[in-house]
């Protein structure tokens, strides 16, 4: 009898598990949530106007995704460290003039830096606006461009030459001829400069120049890679703001997938963006949580450990107990131009949860008389909806399509005049 109830015991702890480990892929079984107040704060104070927001819920939510999601990180440096080189006014087919820039991180230029890749368009006679972008891959992947040398690819948890073939090889996830017939330049890093993206990754990259005498990591409130990956795209942006040919005010930041989370995390904390852009962040980023659709963030804390700090941990499989969801992430971005993508067959980011986090952001963006989505009900496929938050789902898997450049620079457009 015993050994049979310790039996039973078991297999129900058995059956619980295999029903937690279960991937949610059906909108029927996303459980009844309730998403914290947008515009009411922790005390229970309403949030009535722009400045009630930007006085104190902004700072309270940024607090928030600071010690329990992202960490914390350094101040800006007290100087920018650059060299720019390889300038060319007729590359690209003399379509664009290019820089490519180094940023250095460490004293005296040991230790990391970062290679920033600048496109403007030829034709320029006054400042342009720019997109900001991050890239998984080195820089000379993103245009078939001869004059870019080739840089070192991590693979796995190794430096490696790239190939010659790797050149341009990104080409059709980057568009960057539609971005500068567009009168836009385009700048572009690769996350892997700032701190190659594997668990140990972090001795190789900034986060150690920042460690406190007697530390060997980051204390649980503090930065995780994505975090690194965003300070670093304000390092560009201090770049940017000293290039006389760059329009700062007007700065796009984009980002796809885990470099889209960090484009939010970044435009969260940094308004000297004037547009964000996350495409397919999915969880993490744009997704809401308490939907439990598709990736958690149990997987993301064990598949990826090192991307959050340590205090996002005790949220695994207690996504109700945030006193914080996507649609407040995307709410620090207001009044800027914010624009969320999703594609069909990227399930994994669940896209409904990315346009519903978009729609309740909205509310913050109407405290500055500026309209957000707009709806409640998500549009059909190329069918983008919203004003100064705009959001789309295309067919198709979890990509950057000519597409969703399209979508981006109609916005871009809209947000700055032409
Ligand atoms: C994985 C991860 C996602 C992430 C994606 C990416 O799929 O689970 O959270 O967005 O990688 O960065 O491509």
Redesign the pocket.
């Known amino acids: 009898m015993r050994r049979s109830i310790g039996w039973l015991l078991l297999s129900a702890c058995a059956l619980l598990r295999a029903q937690q480990a279960e991937v949610i892929y059906d909108e029927a079984k996303v459980p009844k949530y309730t998403l914290p107040e947008l515009l009411k704060m922790r005390d229970g104070k309403k949030v009535a106007d722009a400045k009630a927001w930007g006085n104190a819920r902004r700072p309270e939510i940024l607090a928030l995704y600071e010690s329990e999601v992202f960490g914390k990180s350094p101040a800006k440096p007290a100087k920018l460290d650059y060299e720019v080189t390889l300038a060319d006014k007729a590359a690209l087919g003399g379509t664009a003039q290019r820089k490519l820039v180094t940023i250095y991180f460490g004293e005296a230029r040991k230790g990391p830096k970062m290679d920033l890749l600048v496109y403007l368009p030829a034709a320029a006679s006054k400042p342009v606006p720019v997109i900001l972008a991050l890239s998984f891959a080195p820089v000379h992947t993103i245009a078939n461009d001869p004059g870019v040398p080739l840089a070192d690819v991590w693979v796995k948890d190794k430096k490696q030459p790239s190939l010659e073939k790797s050149r341009g090889s990104a080409a059709a996830q980057w568009q960057v001829e539609k971005i500068l017939a567009a009168g836009y330049g385009l700048a572009v890093f690769c996350y892997d400069d700032v701190e190659p993206d594997f668990v140990g990754g972090m001795k190789h990259g900034i986060r150690p120049l920042f460690l406190k005498p007697g530390q060997s990591e980051p204390a649980a409130e503090e930065w995780g890679a994505i975090a690194a990956w965003a300070w670093a795209s304000s390092r560009a942006m201090d770049y940017l703001e000293k290039d006389k040919g760059i329009d700062s005010t007007r700065v796009a930041l984009m980002g796809?997938?885990?470099?889209?989370?960090t484009a939010l995390w970044a435009g969260a904390r940094d308004q000297r963006f004037s547009i964000v852009i996350s495409n397919?962040?999915?969880?993490?980023?744009a997704a809401i949580s308490r939907r439990d659709y598709g990736?958690r963030t149990k997987?993301?804390n064990s598949?990826?450990p090192h991307w959050f700090d340590g205090n996002f941990k005790k949220y695994n499989e207690r996504e109700d107990e945030m006193p914080f969801d996507a649609h407040m992430l995307l709410a620090l971005i207001a009044p800027r131009g914010l624009y969320v993508a999703s594609a069909e067959l990227d399930r994994?980011?669940d896209p409904r949860g990315e346009f519903l986090a978009a729609a309740h952001a909205s509310a913050a963006w109407q405290l500055f008389a500026r309209k957000g989505i707009g709806t409640m009900e998500m549009p059909g496929l190329h069918e983008p909806v919203g004003e100064h938050v705009r959001y789309h789902i295309r067919a198709g898997k979890?990509d950057v399509t000519a597409y969703d450049w399209e979508q981006y620079l109609k916005f871009a457009a809209s947000e700055w005049g032409r």
């Open positions: 796809h997938s885990r470099l889209g989370k397919e962040s999915g969880e993490g980023g990736e997987d993301l598949h990826f994994h980011s979890h």
